[in-house]
């Protein structure tokens, strides 16, 4: 590992690149190209955020689940418009040593199809709707632009999908709602600024009625799509025959939606809250939210460095008793993006106080050991709000309104980020628009009455 981090922020794709490997998140080397091996930090970041997004599902009674990796191609097929969307990119086994397959088999690239023949199997009547699974389970699409560590990749470690059945186009539309409010909830918690949108028609998700995109923007100027929301309507339901008998005694075709999300969240949130110095992580998805570091090999002050770990046992502390330099150490987690750290050496302890430093500011106290645990909670809840609040502010400078399509064009190419331009709500008007753009039509308000533009990962 270099000793420390010698790029600027302002070089983001640079950037961004060696902050991964410096700061243990993962390591791309791997000999496939878009693939990574996850380093134990990273990973337990990743799991943390995988964690609270279950958790907000659990909370909304969706039950996890488990589906296979393989998909028989006829059965990939039966959605014409899903095949047209995903077959590009799906990954196809045909082969078991040297003996041909008599089927091929398309390594998931979403479970729509791996799913579907099975509710069809389960569902019979109105009893037992709604339906309202999730998994969370690595997926395969083979990436044909840049791949980029956590953001663009050929294999997503952890992608979390729901996926819920319902009787009527009511329910299905009503669990929409209820599922960008699950999202919105999740985004905040990472700390993510967003703007939420209606993804144009021809746009939508591969086989959907309609559906719902997250976008935050990115150091660079470009946006980059967080999550989707999806109305399947009946499309899945009449082509993988998930039919119900309703209270009438009438044989209906259910209705559907699914919402994911993948770590291309976390690469986000770090992207967006770093700075020249490494990474600075909201303090929910820390690893370790404080690392206490000794300075020195004095015995009374690596027992002082565990008595305060262990008074701060509801928060996820590390000691850092390693041989290197006190300076090292300090760069080292600065650059992993440990919310605060804690010094201690022989002078702290014969004064019975300790060093605290905010990794978001680099502001440094000194504070006595009995206010330790509620001044190191209270410091850990002013460092999110503090990038938060930076987090938007810049997120709101990067939202444009331009007038004229020539406007558009050059905040497009000179400054990036979003632009809002004014909309018939024309199809045809839109994919116009679009072709005269440097970037892609993300979405539009629920009022059609603007457009939005950006160039995207």
Not at 218 to 238: C, F, R, T, Y
Not at 289 to 299: A, L, R, S, W
Not at 320 to 337: L, M, Q, T
């Amino acid at each position: 590992m270099a000793q420390e981090l010698n790029v600027s922020k302002d070089n983001f794709p640079k950037w961004y690149d060696e902050v991964m490997h410096y700061a243990d998140i993962i390591d791309d080397r791997y000999p496939i190209k878009g693939v990574g091996a996850w380093k134990p930090y990273g990973y337990k970041a990743l799991k943390l955020m995988i964690q609270r997004m279950e958790t907000l599902l659990d909370a909304t009674n969706h039950n996890e689940s488990y589906f296979p990796l393989f998909i028989p191609s006829s059965v990939f097929a039966q959605e014409s418009d899903f095949l047209k969307g995903f077959q590009g990119e799906a990954l196809r086994v045909t082969k078991i040593g040297r003996r041909t397959l008599d089927e091929e088999l398309i390594v998931r690239p979403t479970s729509e199809t791996a799913m579907y023949p099975m509710f069809s199997l389960w569902i019979r009547s109105w009893r037992d709707l709604p339906l309202r699974i999730y998994q969370t389970v690595p997926i395969f699409r083979w990436e044909t632009k840049m791949t980029k560590p956590l953001l663009r990749v050929r294999e997503i470690t952890k992608f979390k999908e729901a996926h819920t059945v319902h009787a009527t186009k009511r329910e299905s539309d009503k669990q929409i709602q209820e599922g960008v409010k699950v999202y919105k909830k999740f985004f905040d918690y990472m700390l993510i600024p967003y703007v939420l949108l209606r993804v144009p028609d021809w746009d939508v998700f591969a086989g959907a009625e309609y559906n719902y995109d997250f976008f935050t923007i990115m150091p660079d100027g470009k946006a980059i799509e967080l999550a989707s929301v999806i109305n399947l309507g009946q499309k899945m339901s009449k082509a993988f025959n998930i039919k119900y008998i309703a209270s009438d005694e009438k044989e209906k075709h259910a209705w559907q939606t699914c919402y994911g999300i993948s770590e291309r969240s976390l690469g986000a949130s770090l992207a967006i809250h770093g700075d020249d110095t490494g990474l600075i992580f909201p303090s929910a998805l820390a690893p370790f939210q404080i690392v206490i570091v000794p300075i020195g090999t004095d015995k009374k002050v690596l027992a002082k460095a565990e008595a305060i770990k262990k008074n701060l046992s509801e928060i996820r502390v590390h000691i850092d008793n390693s041989k290197k330099r006190p300076g090292e150490k300090f760069y080292n987690w600065e650059a992993k993006g440990v919310p605060v750290r804690i010094e201690i050496g022989p002078r702290d302890l014969a004064n019975k106080k300790i060093t605290v430093v905010r990794r978001d500011n680099g502001n440094k106290v000194s504070i006595s050991e009995s206010r330790a645990i509620k001044y190191v909670s209270g410091i850990l809840n002013q460092i999110d709000k503090s990038i938060y609040s930076k987090s938007k502010r810049n997120f709101r400078k990067q939202i444009h309104n331009a007038k004229t399509l020539a406007q558009a064009k050059k905040i497009l190419e000179t400054e990036g980020g979003i632009v809002r331009l004014p909309w018939n709500g024309s199809n045809k008007k839109g994919q116009e628009m679009e072709k005269k753009l440097p970037g892609q039509a993300l979405g539009y308000e629920r009022n059609k009455k603007h457009l939005y533009f950006a160039r995207t990962y």
